[in-house]
Structures are given as C-alpha cells and as structure tokens.
C-alpha cells in the first residue's frame, strides 16, 4: 500500500484539487459499500495527495444520502491515516461572512436518521469513542501552521453546526442554532466527524464559508450561484496549504 501523506474530501463547489499532477483513480470498494466516487491520487507539491470528491463528481449525492463511512474507510484502505475535510457553510456569527475559511473546533450534530457508527455491523464491537475535542487537536494545529506558512487567511476556532438539508434552514433554526453556539452552518459535517474518530482517522475541518445563513446579513435570498462564485474566490489558496500541510 502506497503512502499518502493526506486525504482531502472536497465540498460543495469542490470537485477536484488544481494543481494535483500525476493523477491515478481509484474505484475502492468497502465493507460499508461504495465511496462517493473514484479516489483520485496524485503529487500535489510533491506530496502523495488523496481526493475524493464527497457529493460525487457530479454533485449528485445530497447529504443525507451520502455513505460517509464507505468514502472514509475507502480513504484508510488506500493509505491516508490524515483527512482533511472542505466542507461549504454558511456564516451565522460575525466574524464568519461569506469567503471566509476557518478551521472549527467544536461542533454540535442536528443531523437525524444516518448512519453515523461503525458498530452497528454484525460482529463489530460497540465503542464509545472520545469526542469532546471532535476534530484531532494536532491536525488542527497543522493546518494553522499550514496556513501561516502560506499566508492564507484562516479563522482559528468556532463552533460547526451540521443540519439535514438538502433544503437551507429558516431564519429561527438559524437564531436557535445562534443562541446554542453555532458559528458555521454545514450539512455534510456529521456524521463524517465522528466516523473518521472510530476509524481511528486524524481529522480536522477546513470551512469555506459560501453565504450568510439564512436570516444572517443583510437576508438577501441565498442562491447557488452565489455559493459557488465565493467557494470559488475563497478557494485559491487552497492547493498551497494542503500541499504544505501534507508536508508536515
Ligand atoms: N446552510 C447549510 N449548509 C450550507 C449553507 C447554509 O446556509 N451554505 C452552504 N452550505
């Protein structure tokens, strides 16, 4: 088995990593079934670089139908003990507006009717893993230094609330997610986060925050059109630090 120096997963928006060379597909096939897609290896500033895009090449997965734990153990069978997860948000607090990126630290699951643990396969022991610190703090701390290093502007910190979707939240589920300590809001956060903890999986989260959430700024309707043209402006950066951050 090669070894990848990181695993990225690819958002909304997110579809395949610029600058990655020398690509190679993989069609991995998992016990929990098959991933969102075809793993793409490749050199990405000289690092071996793992891509999956999550909602499928095609965006044609929305997220309550997407099989997390297939596309992350197809990511371990490969060789990737590191993933970084792109995921599109919404901003709700203030220092979280449209093309911002940020590295959360908390989040808070509103998500229903996943699967969300490896152990409810025949003959699998039931864990209770740790996840008071849900994303791992030294991968984390990495993709800061990555950051830095690269100079691209990154919010250290905040709390990522993962909701059902596909349709975006009302104004007051936005409020009370406000009032519980939600900063971002995602629909592909969970159960990712947590599945990558029982599979023994560095992870950590790299936000890109596409709109304000509903209600948030000036209230204007959020649109698709809007949520690709800043994923995309906020994005450019992006190959340097995960080239950088598989370095370290
Ligand atoms: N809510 C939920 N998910 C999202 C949003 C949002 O406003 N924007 C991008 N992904």
Not at 107 to 135: K, N
Request: glycine content about 12%; some cysteine.
């Amino acid at each position: 088995m090669e070894h990848i120096s990181l695993a990225v997963i690819g958002g909304t928006g997110v579809y395949k990593l610029a600058q990655l060379d020398d690509v190679s597909s993989h069609q991995v096939e998992t016990r929990y079934g098959t991933p969102s897609g075809p793993i793409r290896v490749g050199t990405l500033l000289g690092q071996r670089v793992a891509f999956l895009a999550r909602h499928g090449e095609g965006h044609s997965l929305p997220p309550h139908k997407i099989n997390y734990r297939a596309n992350l153990a197809a990511l371990q069978q490969i060789g990737a003990q590191r993933v970084l997860a792109l995921n599109t948000v919404g901003g709700i607090t203030e220092h979280f507006g449209p093309r911002v990126l940020a590295c959360p630290d908390q989040l808070i699951d509103y998500t229903w009717g996943r699967i969300s643990t490896l152990c409810d396969e025949p003959g699998t022991d039931v864990l209770h893993v740790d996840f008071g610190h849900p994303y791992t703090p030294m991968l984390r701390s990495k993709v800061l230094a990555a950051a830095k290093v690269t100079g691209v502007r990154l919010q250290d910190g905040g709390c990522y609330g993962a909701t059902q979707g596909p349709r975006l939240e009302t104004n007051a589920e936005i409020a009370r997610m406000r009032r519980d300590g939600c900063d971002l809001v995602g629909m592909t956060g969970m159960p990712e986060a947590s599945l990558a903890r029982e599979l023994g999986l560095d992870y950590a989260c790299l936000a890109i925050v596409a709109n304000w959430a509903a209600g948030c700024g000036d209230g204007d309707e959020i649109t698709m059109a809007e949520v690709l043209a800043n994923v995309d402006a906020a994005s450019s950066g992006l190959p340097e630090l995960i080239g950088e951050l598989a370095r370290g």
